[in-house]
């Protein structure tokens, strides 16, 4: 059964950095897209993922909100995705859930992910 744990979730100053993992076990991370999402306080979870990245590891794709200051990555040997995040903001505060993800065209070009099968989430907290 495929399962997806994230960590690294904390409390950080505006400006500051966190890296997040998502380890993904039950199955090869290489046979899936995976995406990261976020829910921010009394909001629904967001649809559109913040970052994903393809089966492959050759495609990868940001929101706008985070363009510059957020990188996906993986480790196939690790079976594990991050999302190293720079520069966070207070409108970065969220729980934050990695999934596998579909990509979809955007109308104007360029994709956005979509999440299936999620973890449980690691809460992030920007603050002065």
């Known amino acids: 059964q495929l399962q997806l744990v994230e960590s690294g979730g904390g409390l950080v100053q505006p400006g500051g950095s966190l890296r997040l993992s998502c380890v993904v076990s039950?199955?090869?991370?290489?046979?899936?897209?995976i995406g990261w999402f976020r829910q921010p306080p009394r909001k629904e979870r967001e649809r559109v993922g913040v970052?994903?990245?393809?089966?492959?590891?050759?495609?990868?794709n940001y929101a706008d909100s985070v363009k510059g200051r957020f990188t996906i990555s993986r480790d196939v040997a690790k079976n594990t995705v991050y999302l190293q995040m720079n520069n966070l903001k207070l409108e970065d505060t969220a729980v934050y859930f990695c999934?596998?993800?579909?990509?979809?065209?955007?109308?104007?070009?360029?994709?956005?992910?979509?999440?299936?099968?999620w973890g449980q989430g690691t809460q992030v907290t920007v603050s002065s």
């Open positions: 999934a596998t993800a579909t990509f979809r065209p955007n109308r104007g070009g360029g994709s956005s992910c979509y999440g299936d099968r």
């Open positions: 970052s994903c990245i393809n089966s492959h590891g050759d495609l990868t």
């Open positions: 039950g199955d090869r991370l290489d046979y899936y897209a």
